[in-house]
């Protein structure tokens, strides 16, 4: 197995977030050598716009993770999915699950996943959504990595497109890493264009318009040995 520094866990809580929010990063990441291991959390869902099963959780759930086992296999990533329902199937609307609260006993399925990965990858840094726009899900995860992931191996990634319009609400004393990723567009572009049910046509030119207008991909690390970890999104 390779030495834990060169071991990166991604924090996904739908099956597209780490495409959208990450994929210039994670291309750049695979092209210094990392090995690239995603989580991801909120896999059952009857949220797809632009599919025509749109609305049937059994059939979008499935479509999903096509689409997600297709992105993976092109970008290097070793995927782990978890089987929680995400908020479309838990009550929540695409009002009421922005800025809700995650329950108590979600924020505990997902610590479970996250303490399993984590002790089974040994990973050198983990990647956590800030919870940008707060999506009851995004909140979720970063509650429970909160609690499990050592300060040092932590750096939060904002979350797209939520953060284009939502500035995300940082921890005390954050840095910020700008990771350039011109040299990987073509990476993230075709990324974002693997999840076809998520109309990623329309998506697409607003995450392209972010990327531009702050310059590549952000991330932010609170303890200062953390810097060191964060070498594979540079170089």
């Known amino acids: ?134 999506h009851v899900d995004h909140a979720a995860v970063r509650l429970a990595a909160a609690e499990l992931v050592p300060p040092a191996r932590l750096a939060w990634y904002e979350d797209l497109p939520y953060a284009t319009t939502d500035r995300p609400e940082l921890p005390p004393g954050c840095r910020e890493v700008l990771v350039g990723v011109d040299a990987h567009r073509s990476a993230k572009e075709a990324g974002v264009m693997t999840f076809s049910s998520q109309e990623p046509a329309e998506v697409l030119p607003v995450l392209l318009a972010h990327m531009n207008a702050v310059g590549g991909e952000r991330v932010w690390f609170s303890d200062p040995s953390t810097a060191d970890r964060l070498r594979l999104l540079k170089g």
């Open 1 to 134: 197995m390779p030495a834990p520094d060169s071991r990166v866990l991604l924090l996904s809580p739908h099956p597209d977030d780490i495409a959208w929010s990450l994929g210039g990063t994670l291309a750049r990441m695979r092209g210094n050598s990392a090995e690239l291991h995603v989580l991801t959390f909120f896999t059952q869902t009857r949220y797809a716009p632009s599919h025509p099963a749109n609305g049937d959780p059994r059939e979008v759930s499935r479509v999903r993770e096509e689409e997600e086992r297709a992105w993976a296999r092109e970008n290097g990533v070793l995927l782990r999915r978890a089987t929680l329902e995400d908020a479309s199937l838990r009550g929540y609307d695409d009002d009421t699950e922005m800025g809700a609260e995650p329950a108590e006993d979600v924020v505990r399925q997902v610590a479970e996943h996250v303490r399993t990965t984590v002790s089974d990858v040994d990973p050198g840094l983990v990647l956590v959504p800030l919870a940008a726009g707060g």
